[in-house]
């Protein structure tokens, strides 16, 4: 039996009467909405829900599924103590997840859980649930810092599990939208954020679950959504089905963004497999892009290739032109894997006897030694981007007027301690923020004494 039913909710304490006491009217759309989604599942009358959360534990890499027989929760955190919740996990329904994941050799499993309380993401909308239907078993998972293409392909997972169990399940995706879009907010605005509620509740309202994969992670990150990821798992569980969509509510009085979404699937739909298209337009515009590389690129790729292929680091081509082979500069190799970083290490002076030797140097630290990531796996090179940042020499300047984002990257030094930023990245839109960065990855503090080096780039895409 496939997922009966799915619903995108927001979870904002605040609206448990308990806890904003008498605050919560302001957002009282959202709450009839809620009261409104709780009564559907009641209706349906599950075996099971699934609750996938933002706040509950969360891996780079890793998808955590929550163990045991149960769990308890409260809203301590926010003065309520006397809400409380206790729940019986699936343990078959997570069992068979757990072996699906294992057999794909995909990272989802119950490892790592150190809290086994419920986190405020699941209990915000188990509270509405509860008050009108409490005969039901709870999944609880969290999600990752991997691509959305991931997040797609373990709700199809979840599906699969699903149908194995013959369970009649509910997914619920908890998460906020934006946290920028007023100015009195808590977070204050940004641009990126009314751009974001208002794609997400349109990709939402027409089930457009391919759109949702075309977010850049850039974009969410500058609109501070909460719950994207979670919707993407959501739309990866209905994959391959037509849905009926409807759009209950949308609020962003708080200077946050709430919004109420129902999903009922239909009949399979073979031009619903979102990820499969996805996976073949990027496949193609890859292609492309290595038809038209440089041999910057080229000899980047090849590096990257030959490492993770057979842990052999490549001569230099006969192939890589003169300039590459008799000249030196600092370099610094990126790799992007669906848009999101999978690794960037750099040197800005040079430290091998030309370009060629710095970037297939480079080119295998970013892929197997870059310490924020785990190397790439085989099964991940056909969906790499890679570029190639070629250094000028760096000149001390006198101050950040004599900076430009878009033109010179920076180098921020205070004594032994140093840290650099790359011209022209994506949400670095003034010379403070440019300084800021480098500074705090120089573990440089916010009062010690600067100076300051720029430099220009030559990017081979």
């Not at 890499?61 to 163990?67: N, V």
């Not at 920028?180 to 605005?189: A, V």
């Not at 403070?432 to 573990?443: C, M, V």
């Amino acid at each position: 039996m496939p997922i009966v039913a799915a619903y995108m909710v927001p979870h904002p304490p605040m609206i448990i009467p308990q806890v904003g006491r008498g605050s919560e009217k302001q957002v009282q759309k959202t709450i009839d909405a809620y009261r409104a989604v709780a009564a559907e599942i009641a209706a349906l009358r599950p075996e099971t829900i699934i609750v996938t959360s933002p706040h509950a534990v969360l891996y780079a890499d890793y998808f955590h599924i929550s163990p045991g027989d149960r769990a308890d929760g409260n809203f301590g955190r926010f003065s309520a103590p006397e809400v409380q919740f206790r729940k019986e996990y699936d343990k078959e329904l997570v069992r068979v997840l757990c072996s699906l994941a294992k057999e794909k050799d995909f990272p989802a499993g119950t490892l790592g859980e150190r809290d086994r309380h419920l986190d405020h993401g699941t209990m915000v909308p188990l509270y509405f649930v509860d008050r009108e239907y409490t005969d039901y078993r709870l999944v609880r998972i969290g999600l990752s810092g991997l691509p959305l293409s991931d997040h797609y392909a373990f709700g199809q997972m979840i599906s699969r599990a699903v149908e194995q169990t013959g369970r009649r399940v509910v997914l619920i995706a908890s998460g906020d939208l934006s946290h920028k879009l007023q100015e009195y907010g808590p977070y204050g605005f940004a641009k990126e954020g009314p751009e974001y509620d208002a794609r997400i509740m349109d990709a939402a309202g027409r089930a457009a679950f391919g759109e949702m994969l075309e977010f850049e992670e850039s974009f969410c990150d500058r609109a501070a959504e909460c719950g994207h990821r979670s919707f993407v798992i959501m739309a990866g569980a209905l994959d391959g089905l037509d849905v009926t969509a409807k759009v209950y509510s949308h609020e962003d009085v708080t200077g946050v963004g709430y919004g109420i979404c129902s999903f009922r699937p239909l009949s399979e739909n073979p031009e619903r497999r979102f990820l499969e298209k996805y996976r073949t337009a990027q496949a193609e515009r890859l292609q492309k892009r290595r038809e038209n590389e440089d041999p910057y690129v080229r000899l980047a790729r090849e590096t990257v290739e030959s490492w993770v292929l057979e842990r052999k680091t490549p001569d230099v081509p006969e192939w890589a032109p003169a300039e590459m082979k008799q000249n030196r500069a600092g370099v610094f190799v990126s790799i992007h894997e669906d848009g999101r970083l999978r690794g960037c290490i750099g040197t800005f002076l040079p430290t091998r006897e030309s370009i060629a030797r710095e970037i297939i140097s480079n080119a295998v630290s970013a892929s197997a030694r870059d310490p924020r990531f785990d190397p790439i796996r085989p099964d991940e090179l056909d969906r790499l981007e890679i570029n190639v940042d070629v250094l000028s020499a760096p000149e001390r300047i006198s101050g950040p007027e004599e900076l430009n984002v878009k033109k010179y990257g920076v180098i921020v030094s205070s004594g032994s301690r140093r840290g650099l930023l790359l011209p022209d990245l994506d949400g670095v839109d003034t010379v403070d923020e440019q300084i800021d960065i480098a500074r705090r990855k120089g573990g440089i503090r916010e009062n010690d004494r600067i100076t300051l080096e720029r430099f220009e780039v030559v990017r081979h895409v």
